[in-house]
């Protein structure tokens, strides 16, 4: 029952943020394409949503 109420309310969340299904999406299919080793998961989703960040968040740009 708690399940079920989780995922109800994470689909009208996601019904809400469609934008959010499509980043998942996408990055998820950047994982297919690239094939990260297991062990590097983690950076390649840091770098991957990094530079998505920057990419509609120019100013937010960190120091190289």
Same mark, same amino acid.
């Given at each position: 029952?708690? =399940?079920?109420?989780?995922?109800? /309310?994470?689909?009208?969340?996601?019904?809400?943020?469609?934008?959010?299904? @499509?980043?998942?999406? +996408?990055? =998820?299919?950047?994982?297919?394409? /690239?094939?990260?080793?297991?062990?590097?998961?983690?950076?390649?989703?840091? @770098?991957?949503?990094? +530079?998505?960040?920057?990419?509609?968040?120019?100013?937010?740009?960190?120091?190289?």
């Amino acid at each position: 029952l708690l =399940v079920d109420k989780l995922r109800f /309310k994470n689909e009208l969340y996601l019904r809400a943020h469609p934008e959010l299904k @499509e980043m998942l999406n +996408d990055f =998820v299919k950047e994982c297919f394409e /690239k094939r990260p080793a297991s062990s590097d998961i983690t950076a390649f989703a840091i @770098e991957y949503f990094s +530079d998505l960040k920057k990419q509609y968040h120019p100013s937010n740009k960190q120091a190289e």
